[in-house]
């Protein structure tokens, strides 16, 4: 039975007399919805459900239960909601149905053939009762939204109600934060000026003085050109075109909520750490006493050790000196301005603060380590850094107990879930600055919600206002082209920076024109397109990219053992990327193994040669790393379950792997890879870790191998 995709159109007036019985008889769907959990269509819990409605409310509308079951189901494949128009449309992709069909024997109805007879104006008009549903507010455990489009077309979305408040949060908090920059999130002014006294730079233990308002203060006017320019001149030298990293920094710095968005290799983790040393040498020049309390995570711990890793290096390569320089030219302009003000005038805060920084100026090694150790290197976990409680869905930060902190940044913030999301925004101080960074196209989260793909969906045009491309121009030096300039952009929009130049490939390299391809809008009148788009890409020849058909078992075997090197010119050889850099050439499985037999430490005992062994293990892993295979399928033959094993008995017969069909299977052997599955924090393990399993001699018989 193959699956179905095409689009169709249902007539609006259908035949009742041939509706299936599940859309009018709730003991006919529970009979359905046992056949769809016993093929795996549809889970135990969607199920559970549609029985206690069922119980809780015997008068609900089948059609209202069934929508509650696919509501529930759509949860489990990383959908918030149900669309009741795009399940019309496609309902076969309303379950979880394997993707090359389901050839067992005795198959129950599909999605198509159950909905086949109901018409648009039919299914949400039976989506209300008084007990199940409501429009908004309330204790119901379903909601009904209905919106409209330009040209008045009704859509109607079905959410249990616990994920229409995660949604509902998030807009409230993200719409507070771009609201609070006031005029900024419209566009902002560059000439602003405080109308505090000048004691306003009198320390404080509210949250005003720890980032409460915008950064944008430092800006200054045409005749005193401000903190911010100056700092971003420092951090990001002269270029020849528009520098997307200065301007995400820009925004990112008057706004209490930014997004920084990029595909691989745009510098995302380059522009954060630079943010924040913007951020901390406006708030020093302020507050020299109070640098703000920045908090760096992920939502794994594979991304938080990724981060780790990376961000240490980068943070030393700051211009410190030139910026604590920066700092110390403004404090003497500052203190040549209130050579009026007596000291005896001044709080004892501001008596702090003005011989803190007369201490710093005593010597510039001070001042720039002063800097230096205000920017963070240590990454947490979003579960940490809430502080997770066992057994429960809850944190122990929340709105009534917010985190300690001025600025957070999320990295990867593509795989945090909705109610992640709403759980760490409701968890922050209002005054506190809020900055995701992650790829808007890749990596969406394991549970329901792409938080970052939605908030990101117009950014590829950015629709930034003419005010804020004014206030740009004179923040970067960089005016902004026509094309992103929008006067109906939205105030999201101008809290949001998509990076758009890759230094680890060309935009018209064969992986760049690829991504292009397959990112490009995959609206239904455009999604043929979009599909030669990708032909066309994978047929031109780049010397990066090749594209195999598996016509034959002989074909997966050449690529696992070799790598396929036959695909590109000259075996792969002599290539080199944009910027000149040798590209490796391909290769298989074979590699690393060889590398494992090959490296092997002669000494048998591992006792006294534990440092040889440790560098063998290294080696193999870096040599495994050069050439993996990913697969889009957990089940089936060309799924992960099924290409292990294949693999492996391919590998077995080039005498590469040795053991039974049932250790290649479900055994250890000697090269079999290992993916880490759980955080292990004493271990310093993560989820997503790769390791090979490795035979060491035993060391209490060394002829024997552990």
Not at 107 to 113: E, H, I, R, V, Y
Not at 139 to 160: D, F, I, K, Q
Not at 243 to 254: H, I, M, S, V
Not at 327 to 355: I, N, T, Y
Request: hydrophobic share 40%.
């Amino acid at each position: 039975m193959s699956r179905q995709h095409d689009t169709h159109t249902f007539d609006m007036f259908g035949d009742a007399d041939s509706a299936h019985p599940a859309l009018s008889s709730t003991p006919e769907l529970l009979a359905l919805c046992e056949r769809w959990v016993a093929r795996g269509w549809l889970r135990d819990l969607d199920r559970a459900l549609v029985r206690f409605l069922a119980s809780e409310a015997p008068d609900a509308p089948t059609l209202l239960l069934l929508a509650a079951a696919l509501a529930s189901h759509q949860l489990g494949r990383g959908h918030v909601c149900l669309d009741i128009n795009a399940t019309l449309n496609a309902p076969d992709f309303a379950l979880s149905l394997p993707p090359e069909g389901d050839d067992l024997t005795d198959p129950p109805p599909l999605p198509s053939d159950v909905l086949a007879t109901l018409t648009l104006s039919e299914w949400p008009a039976a989506l209300h009762h008084p007990l199940l549903t409501s429009e908004g507010p309330g204790n119901t455990p379903l909601v009904v939204v209905t919106t409209h489009s330009a040209s008045g077309t009704p859509s109607t979305r079905l959410y249990l109600r616990r994920y229409w408040q995660y949604e509902q949060s998030l807009h409230q908090h993200i719409a507070a934060r771009l609201e609070a920059t006031g005029t900024e999130s419209q566009g902002g002014r560059l000439n602003h000026q405080t109308t505090e006294p000048t004691t306003s730079h009198t320390a404080s233990t509210g949250s005003e003085s720890k980032g409460g308002r915008p950064i944008h203060w430092a800006t200054g006017d045409a005749s005193h050109p401000g903190l911010l320019p100056q700092a971003l001149n420092i951090l990001f030298k002269q270029s020849n075109g528009l520098d997307w990293q200065k301007t995400a920094c820009a925004l990112a710095a008057r706004s209490r909520f930014g997004i920084i968005t990029g595909g691989p290799g745009t510098g995302k983790t380059t522009t954060v750490v630079r943010l924040l040393a913007l951020l901390q040498t406006l708030q020093l020049a302020q507050h020299p006493s109070q640098p703000l309390r920045i908090r760096l995570a992920a939502p794994t711990g594979k991304a938080a050790a990724r981060l780790n890793d990376s961000i240490a290096g980068q943070v030393a390569k700051l211009p410190f000196t030139d910026l604590t320089t920066l700092l110390q030219g403004a404090k003497r302009e500052d203190a040549e301005g209130d050579k009026a003000m007596q000291d005896e005038a001044l709080s004892e805060g501001a008596l702090k603060e003005k011989a803190l920084w007369e201490a710093a100026l005593a010597g510039d090694d001070s001042a720039t380590k002063q800097l230096k150790a205000t920017i963070p290197t240590e990454v947490t976990t979003l579960h940490r850094l809430l502080g997770a409680r066992p057994d429960t869905r809850h944190f122990r930060h929340s709105a009534a107990n917010p985190l300690a902190l001025d600025v957070l940044v999320i990295d990867e913030a593509s795989m945090v879930d909705i109610e992640m999301m709403a759980a760490t925004l409701s968890a922050l101080p209002a005054h506190a600055q809020c900055i995701l960074l992650g790829d808007k196209d890749q990596l969406a989260s394991v549970e329901a919600g792409s938080v970052l793909g939605d908030l990101c969906r117009r950014a590829d045009a950015a629709h930034y206002t003419p005010a804020t491309a004014d206030w740009l121009a004179r923040a970067t030096g960089q005016p902004l082209p026509a094309e992103f300039i929008d006067p109906a952009g939205q105030p999201l929009d101008q809290a949001i920076t998509m990076l758009r130049v890759s230094h680890r490939f060309n935009e018209h390299s064969g992986i760049g024109q690829l991504a292009k391809a397959i990112n490009q809008p995959g609206h239904a009148q455009s999604e043929r397109e979009k599909q030669q788009s990708v032909s066309a890409v994978l047929r031109h020849g780049y010397p990066d990219v090749h594209h195999l058909v598996m016509s034959d078992d002989a074909a997966l075997d050449k690529l696992v053992i070799h790598g396929s090197p036959s695909g590109f010119a000259g075996n792969g050889e002599g290539r080199t990327d944009h910027q000149g850099q040798p590209i490796a050439p391909p290769t298989g499985y074979r590699h690393y193994l060889n590398v494992l037999q090959a490296q092997r430490p002669r000494d048998e005992s591992f006792e006294k040669n534990q440092t040889a062994f440790d560098a063998w293990a290294s080696e193999v892993l870096s040599a495994y790393s050069h050439f993996q295979l990913l697969c889009a399928l957990r089940k089936g033959p060309w799924g992960v379950e099924g290409l292990n094993q294949r693999i492996a008995s391919t590998l077995r017969s080039e005498k590469l792997l040795f053991g039974s069909d049932y250790t290649l299977e479900k055994g250890w052997y000697e090269g079999r890879p290992v993916l880490v599955t759980q955080n292990d924090y004493g271990l310093k393990r993560m989820n997503g870790d790769i390791g090979i399993t490795l035979a060491v001699p035993d060391p209490r018989n060394p002829q024997q191998k552990l």
